[in-house]
């Protein structure tokens, strides 16, 4: 459903790295938090994202997302769509159940 392409990382992971994450379409990753804070311009498709109690927003292509540090949140392709961006990624990733239908994601 979703396959990342590594650009830059660095050993450190209270630094950051740089990936192409692709989702393919209706994929979306599970909600996860990053320890530094993310990054994402999208760059093909559309899609949506979404922070833990925050409603669901479109985004598609030029758009940038910030995710703050630790903030739950959850990013994929929109129905119908694939969605490619470029994620910057600082410190830790932590991986949290994915809720299971729309109306659980908030």
Do not use: C
């Not at 994202?49 to 990013?75: F, L, N």
Request: charged share 20%; aromatic share 6%; net charge negative.
């Amino acid at each position: 459903p979703a396959a990342q392409q590594i650009l830059h990382r660095v050993r450190d992971p209270q630094k950051f790295a740089v990936g192409l994450v692709r989702f393919e379409r209706d994929a979306r990753n599970e909600w996860h938090t990053h320890s530094g804070g993310q990054v994402l311009q999208v760059v093909e498709g559309r899609g949506y994202a979404q922070s833990r109690g925050g409603p669901i927003h479109p985004i598609k292509v030029g758009d940038i997302v910030v995710i703050d540090p630790d903030e739950g949140h959850w990013h994929g392709a929109a129905e119908g769509s694939g969605l490619v961006h470029i994620a910057i990624t600082i410190g830790e990733i932590s991986w949290v159940p994915q809720a299971s239908s729309t109306s659980d994601q908030s």
